[in-house]
T-cell receptor
Framework: GQNIDQPTEMTATEGAIVQINCTYQ??????LFWYQQHAGEAPTFLSYNVLDGLEEKGRFSSFLSRSKGYSYLLLKELQMKDSASYLC??????????WGAGTKLIIKP | EAQVTQNPRYLITVTGKKLTVTCSQN?????MSWYRQDPGLGLRQIYY???????DKGDVPEGYKVSRKEKRNFPLILESPSPNQTSLYFC?????????????FGEGSRLTVL
């Protein structure tokens, strides 16, 4: 079956670094997405990885290892506005997105 | 401005009273999809459409209908809503079925069925 696993909740301190992990099992693989979702709002796109390695985009970076079925989202210099849920989603062979349940990130001052 | 628009944003209704949640996108996207989001379960796909007049079931289609008569519109119909359909609903679109671009989401429709 298809499955995306990510931690339910994480806590970090303002100004620090946090890594949110995601493991995936999909029927075929056409890439891995990360979305950010503030409470009560729509998800917004953060990153897309299809090749192994690290993609950096400002304070956010995303890593993919296809052989391990593993990705992580790295958030640096955390700000209070980064408090949100982070959704990992794999794109399967039919180009359907398989979603994880999301990781709620709590930032403390 | 590129956007996906859903209406209504909030709705409280009663069991059995048919309702429609509209969704419209202005990006000429071929692919559109409906999701529901419940605490602890993440996004679950209800129906999707790869193009006009083409719709397919997602993971949780029971109790829902959709139509795609025009490219820009993809309404979600609840013929006889039940309390277990109380949820936050999102419409989303992207360029095409085989596209790996980002999914654009509407602002969400919070539905309560009493």
């Amino acid at each position: 079956g298809q499955n995306i696993d990510q931690p339910t909740e994480m806590t970090a301190t303002e100004g620090a670094i946090v890594q949110i992990n995601c493991t995936y099992q999909t029927s075929g693989f056409n890439g891995l997405f990360w979305y950010q979702q503030h409470a009560g709002e729509a998800p917004t796109f953060l990153s897309y990885n299809v090749l192994d390695g690290l993609e950096e985009k400002g304070r956010f970076s995303s890593f993919l290892s296809r052989s391990k079925g593993y990705s992580y989202l790295l958030l640096k210099e955390l700000q209070m506005k980064d408090s949100a849920s982070y959704l990992c989603a794999g794109l399967d062979s039919n180009y359907q997105l398989i979603w994880g349940a999301g990781t709620k990130l709590i930032i403390k001052p | 401005e590129a956007q996906v628009t859903q209406n209504p944003r909030y709705l409280i209704t009663v069991t059995g009273k048919k309702l429609t949640v509209t969704c419209s996108q202005n990006m000429n996207h071929e692919y559109m999809s409906w999701y529901r989001q419940d605490p602890g379960l993440g996004l679950r796909q209800i129906y999707y459409s790869m193009n006009v007049e083409v719709t397919d079931k997602g993971d949780v289609p029971e109790g829902y209908k959709v139509s795609r008569k025009e490219k820009r519109n993809f309404p979600l119909i609840l013929e006889s809503p039940s309390p277990n359909q109380t949820s936050l609903y999102f419409c989303a679109s992207r360029e095409g079925q085989g596209d790996v671009g980002e999914l654009f989401f509407g602002e969400g429709s919070r539905l309560t069925v009493l």
